[in-house]
T-cell receptor, first 114, second 111 residues
Framework: ETGVTQTPRHLVMGMTNKKSLKCEQHLGHNAMYWYKQSAKKPLELMFVYSLEERVENNSVPSRFSPECPNSSHLFLHLHTLQPEDSALYLC?????????????FGDGTRLSIL | TQLLEQSPQFLSIQEGENLTVYCNSSSVFSSLQWYRQEPGEGPVLLVTVVTGGEVKKLKRLTFQFGDARKDSSLHITAAQPGDTGLYLCAGAPDYGQNFVFGPGTRLSVLP
């Protein structure tokens, strides 16, 4: 139990579907992150929220839309995805948003785009 | 070109052997973190190294940060099957780019 819970664990969707990934942290942290982990690439940072404000968006396509309603919850809304978006999507949290902060990861959502 | 390189990419050894994996960059990092990721799970932080030349030990794992803060190594003594996993190094370079991960070393320890 890492204190970071992601749902669903697996998701299969068509290219025209709309779905959302959910992340919840029970650690009292102030920063939350979305990462993409593909088979042949390093972990890629997608979005960073600190105190519910987005502080980083690493040129992620607009078909990925994050939402952070409070410091414990983070969503990733998916719309009109492409096959190359199939990957493991990991959520993480840290006490603060600094670059030295250790990050606590959830177990990810395995996303498959048909 | 990746900011952080890790070697070897894959490593398969017998239980009881020692091993070292490496994390290298041409950039200076203010700190580096090491994570282990097991199949079906997210990465779990093992250690953070901050000072050049720093050595940290975690049971059978020894982590070293290079004097110039451009590289780090992880040495495992008497490896066990429970050490199997993907070992990731991560950090943010001094010039302020985003936090980045290396591609990882996939370790398999056979009983």
């Amino acid at each position: 139990e890492t204190g970071v819970t992601q749902t669903p664990r697996h998701l299969v969707m068509g290219m025209t579907n709309k779905k959302s990934l959910k992340c919840e942290q029970h650690l009292g942290h102030n920063a939350m992150y979305w990462y993409k982990q593909s088979a042949k690439k390093p972990l890629e940072l997608m979005f960073v929220y600190s105190l519910e404000e987005r502080v980083e968006n690493n040129s992620v396509p607009s078909r990925f839309s994050p939402e952070c309603p409070n410091s414990s919850h983070l969503f990733l809304h998916l719309h009109t995805l492409q096959p190359e978006d199939s990957a493991l999507y990991l959520c993480a949290s840290s006490r603060e948003g600094g670059i030295h902060q250790p990050q606590h990861f959830g177990d990810g959502t395995r996303l498959s785009i048909l | 070109t990746q900011l952080l390189e890790q070697s070897p990419q894959f490593l398969s050894i017998q239980e009881g052997e020692n091993l070292t994996v490496y994390c290298n960059s041409s950039s200076v990092f203010s700190s580096l973190q090491w994570y282990r990721q097991e199949p079906g799970e997210g990465p779990v932080l093992l250690v953070t190294v901050v000072t050049g030349g720093e050595v940290k030990k975690l049971k059978r794992l020894t982590f070293q940060f290079g004097d110039a803060r451009k590289d780090s190594s992880l040495h495992i003594t008497a490896a066990q099957p429970g050490d199997t996993g993907l070992y990731l190094c991560a950090g943010a370079p001094d010039y302020g780019q985003n936090f980045v991960f290396g591609p990882g070393t996939r370790l398999s320890v056979l009983p």
